[in-house]
């Protein structure tokens, strides 16, 4: 049953750390997304990459947060320093899309997310 | 950009059938899609739609309206396990997947 393995599955720490979000998308599978979830925003997509390369990263705080994938095993999202409004769900979901924009084919699979608490 | 509407919460009865819309304005389509979310868990996948028209699965069947930027989930024969959230998604250009903000549904005997 393959699916994506986000780590850590929590994590709280205090204002000013730094947080690394590891995700281990699907083997085959060539876009790979972050997402944060919060009740007040919903799901708010932070970027995404297809083939490794990043393709939209215009929803994440570029100031604080980088996004990269140094292996089509291995997609990492970093907070550096983390703030108390960074508090959210993380999901990572990967997915086979292509650039003709089939749909069919861009169905994700979501990790089971990584809830981080900045204090 | 993508504006994607939904109804905040909807509530229904055991055995009913729910009609969960969704309207959309975006800058490039390539067909949209409805997830479940249980609370606590991770979105799965429930159907597409790319085409007009009905996609039947099951209980669940979505809709989708091109020219008026429309769709909507019908979920039959309510079971209590259906109470989630229903997220609508619109795959842009370049496969990117945006997400609206959820209707939650509670389902009551």
């Known amino acids: 049953d393959a699916r994506v393995t986000q780590t850590p599955r929590h994590k709280v720490t205090e204002m000013g750390q730094e947080v690394t979000m590891r995700c281990q998308p699907i083997?085959?599978?060539?876009?790979v997304f972050w997402y944060r979830q919060t009740m007040m925003q919903g799901l708010e997509l932070l970027a995404y990459f297809r083939n490794r390369a990043p393709l939209d990263d215009s929803g994440m705080p570029k100031d604080r947060f980088s996004a990269e994938m140094p292996d089509a095993t291995l997609a990492t999202l970093k907070i550096q320093p983390s703030e108390p409004r960074d508090s959210a769900v993380y999901f990572c979901a990967s997915g086979l899309g292509t650039s003709g924009g089939n749909s069919g084919a861009n169905v994700l699979t979501f990790g089971a997310g990584s809830r981080l608490t900045v204090l | 950009g993508q504006n994607i509407d939904q109804p905040t919460e909807m509530t229904a009865t055991e055995g009913a059938i729910v009609q969960i819309n969704c309207t959309y304005q975006t800058s490039g389509f390539n067909g949209l899609f409805w997830y479940q979310q249980h609370a606590g868990e991770a979105p799965t996948f429930l159907s597409y739609n790319v085409l007009d028209g009905l996609e039947e699965k099951g209980r669940f069947s979505s809709f989708l309206s091109r020219s008026k930027g429309y769709s909507y989930l019908l979920l039959k024969e309510l079971q209590m396990k259906d109470s989630a959230s229903y997220l609508c998604?619109?795959?842009?250009?370049?496969?990117?997947?945006?997400f609206g903000t959820g209707t939650r549904l509670q389902v009551t005997l």
């Open positions: 998604a619109v795959n842009g250009t370049a496969s990117k997947l945006t």
């Open positions: 083997l085959g599978h060539n876009t």
